[in-house]
């Protein structure tokens, strides 16, 4: 493969994946940080693929930055748990000994991030939560600084918890209380790999 095949190649998945992110209505700010577009190419892409009317907008302001959105009791906590486990097999959230580089923002990253957000959206009947707030628990989760994953000693399920929990709560799949916090063996094939 010659030089020039290989950057055509990258800019057309950096394209693919920022038309992709813009039909996630995902803000300008977190599809330029996926895909390294600049702004102003980004907006072009907007306007020259987005037919008015196609139910696609144009989100504007800041990011989603509260976690209390996916722990608090309700839709929003089972819902975190659910993408939270699309986010684990897909390899987004990667456990913390795979290293800083493994949790960058990347073009095959940024497409396992739609591919997990697609495919939660088709598993739960009535998805509470978008795009931009399923980036923050991807971020956050992969951080743990203020959520975390946690696995019940009991049936073994992922739930999503604040850091450092104040109280220790049931898990939301079986209702027992918190056993086991340590996370089970991942093998490839489970992320798909």
């Known amino acids: 493969m010659r030089v020039t095949d290989e950057r055509y190649n990258r800019d057309r998945l950096r394209l693919e994946l920022a038309l992709r992110l813009i039909g996630h209505e995902a803000r300008t ?34 990011s989603p930055q509260q976690a209390a959105f996916f722990v608090r009791s309700g839709a929003g906590a089972a819902d975190a748990h659910a993408l939270a ?20 923002p990347s073009l095959a990253r940024g497409r396992l991030l739609c591919e ?7 598993v739960v009947p009535q998805p509470c939560i978008d795009f931009e707030h399923a980036v923050y628990l991807a971020g ?22 604040e850091h450092p929990s104040l109280r220790a709560t049931p898990c939301r799949a079986c209702g027992d209380k ?7 063996r991942i093998t490839g094939r489970m992320r798909g790999h």
Do not use: N
């Open 29 to 62: 700010h977190t599809i330029r940080h996926w895909t390294g577009l600049s702004d102003d190419r980004i907006r072009k892409l907007f306007r020259a693929y987005i037919r008015p009317g196609a139910g696609v907008r144009r989100r504007r302001g800041k």
């Open 140 to 161: 956050a989760l992969q951080r743990g600084e203020e959520l975390r994953l946690r696995w019940c000693g009991g049936c073994a399920a992922v739930d999503v918890v």
């Open 116 to 122: 997990a957000f697609e495919t939660y959206r088709r």
């Open 85 to 104: 486990s699309m986010l684990l097999l897909f390899g987004v959230v990667t456990p913390p000994t795979a290293g800083a580089a493994a949790a960058q």
């Open 178 to 184: 918190p056993g086991e916090v340590t996370a089970p």
